[in-house]
């Protein structure tokens, strides 16, 4: 079982049932926002395997991925998803990604969701270390990034070929004491 539930202000943050798939489908057969993950445009069929799939896992396992949803609580609507993982070798890193429908960008959801989910890891989790990863030239990702709190110093620019291309992605780096030193406690 893999339940989670993180309340924020406008969002709740939970697991996946198969109720989810008309949202989760919608936003994620769109090209546009398969642009800078690590997957492709989906169709429902996969769609539909891929909610089935992850109903297996649950977060705390390491080296497993689970994906959860992004609620707008005052419509019930799922808008976007997350990826957490905890690394196979230290469970007190986590390494995070997050999906938000091209409809629902530009309105402080990405940054609401992020912030609930760096407070759930780091205080309630116990979580030591948070990591996340940006195709460099996602610019909107990498601002937001920094904007939460991981430091512009944390970032490790990296090659790589992705999406049959070269180009290069930025590793990002945050402690529970940088998060703890009000680095992003002042934007919370």
């Not at 919608?26 to 997957?39: N, T």
């Not at 030591?128 to 970032?155: H, K, Y």
């Amino acid at each position: 079982m893999n339940q989670l539930s993180i309340e924020t202000h406008r969002l709740h943050l939970r697991s996946l049932s198969t109720s989810d798939f008309d949202d989760f489908f919608r936003y994620r057969k769109m090209p546009e926002v398969a642009l800078y993950q690590s997957f492709e445009a989906m169709t429902k069929e996969e769609a539909q395997a891929f909610i089935l799939e992850n109903s297996n896992y649950h977060f705390g396992m390491p080296g497993e991925w689970v994906q959860y949803g992004i609620e707008v609580r005052e419509t019930n609507s799922l808008i976007g998803d997350f990826a957490l993982k905890l690394d196979l070798e230290d469970s007190k890193l986590a390494e995070l990604g997050i999906t938000i429908s091209t409809l629902h960008q530009r309105k402080g959801y990405a940054k609401e969701a992020l912030l609930g989910i760096l407070n759930f890891l780091f205080e309630e989790y116990g979580v030591q270390q948070v990591i996340a990863v940006a195709d460099a030239e996602n610019v909107a990702s990498v601002s937001m990034l920094t904007r939460v709190g991981f430091p512009r110093g944390g970032i490790v620019e990296q090659e790589v070929f992705f999406k049959g291309k070269w180009g290069k992605e930025y590793h990002f780096s945050l402690s529970k004491e940088e998060w703890k030193s009000g680095q992003a406690n002042r934007i919370r």
